[in-house]
T-cell receptor
Framework: SAVISQKPSRDICQRGTSLTIQCQVD?????MFWYRQQPGQSLTLIATANQGSEATYESGFVIDKFPISRPNLTFSTLTVSNMSPEDSSIYLC??????????FGPGTRLLVL | KQEVTQIPAALSVPEGENLVLNCSFTDSAIYNLQWFRQDPGKGLTSLLL???SQREQTSGRLNASLDKSSGRSTLYIAASQPGDSATYLC?????????????WGLGTSLAVNP
C-alpha cells in the first residue's frame, strides 16, 4: 500500500493566478497520476508523471496550463496556471503500485473566483 | 470511446438493507474494473478489483460481479451500515503498467440512515 498526502487541502484563488499542488508519497513509486474532478463530472486523467521522464498529457490537457514536476520517486507537483473559474475542481494525485493498483491522495479542492 | 455509466445517481436506504449499485460500460474490451469509495476530504479508497477474466470478487460485506459481454458490473453491499455512506465510483481499466488509464463513472451517492 501507499500513503499519500497533498498540499494544500483546499484553496480559494483569484483568476489569472497560478497554484502549485504538492503530492507526497510515503514510499518510492514509479508511476504517479494527476486527476481532475470537476463539479458534477467524473474523474478525468490530466497526465501521467513518471520519474526521469517528461509527463504524458491526456487529450485536452497541455503542459503550459498544467506543468508537472517529478523530481524524485516520492514527490510530484501539479501547477494550475493562469486560472479561470472553469478550473474550480478537486485535483487528485494517485500512485501506481504493482501492475494495476492505484492509491489516491485526499485531493485538493480549488475554487477560482 | 469507452463510457461508464452508474445507476442510480443517489440512493438513500435504512440501516440493515442489502443494496445493489450498478455500473455499465460501452466497450467490453476492458482489462479490469474497479470499485472505489470516495469520502469527502479523504480521497478515494479502492474496494474491489476484478480482472477481465474474473466473474466476481468479494471483500467482507461487499461483492462485485462482472459480466464483460453485456458491459455490466454490480456492487452488492450486504447489511448496510451508516458508515457505508459515501460516493461509490466504478472505473474501467484499459491496461496495466503504463496503460493503466482508468475511465470513471459519475458515481452513486449512498446514504445509509440509522
Amino acid at each position: 500500500s501507499a500513503v499519500i498526502s497533498q498540499k494544500p487541502s483546499r484553496d480559494i484563488c483569484q483568476r489569472g493566478t497560478s497554484l502549485t499542488i504538492q503530492c507526497q508519497v510515503d514510499s518510492q513509486v514509479t508511476m504517479m497520476f494527476w486527476y481532475r474532478q470537476q463539479p458534477g463530472q467524473s474523474l478525468t486523467l490530466i497526465a501521467t508523471a513518471n520519474q526521469g521522464s517528461e509527463a504524458t498529457y491526456e487529450s485536452g490537457f497541455v503542459i503550459d496550463k498544467f506543468p508537472i514536476s517529478r523530481p524524485n520517486l516520492t514527490f510530484s507537483t501539479l501547477t494550475v496556471s493562469n486560472m479561470s473559474p472553469e478550473d474550480s475542481s478537486i485535483y487528485l494525485c494517485s500512485v501506481g503500485v504493482g501492475a494495476e493498483t492505484q492509491y489516491f491522495g485526499p485531493g485538493t479542492r480549488l475554487l477560482v473566483l | 470511446k469507452q463510457e461508464v455509466t452508474q445507476i442510480p445517481a443517489a440512493l438513500s436506504v435504512p440501516e440493515g438493507e442489502n443494496l445493489v449499485l450498478n455500473c455499465s460500460f460501452t466497450d467490453s474490451a476492458i482489462y479490469n474494473l474497479q470499485w472505489f469509495r470516495q469520502d469527502p476530504g479523504k480521497g478515494l479508497t479502492s474496494l474491489l478489483l476484478i480482472q477481465s477474466s474474473q466473474r466476481e470478487q468479494t471483500s467482507g460485506r461487499l461483492n462485485a460481479s462482472l459480466d464483460k459481454s453485456s458491459g455490466r458490473s454490480t456492487l452488492y453491499i450486504a447489511a448496510s451500515q451508516p458508515g457505508d455512506s459515501a460516493t461509490y465510483l466504478c472505473a474501467v481499466g484499459g491496461g496495466a503498467g503504463n496503460n493503466r488509464k482508468l475511465i470513471w463513472g459519475l458515481g452513486t451517492s449512498l446514504a445509509v440512515n440509522p
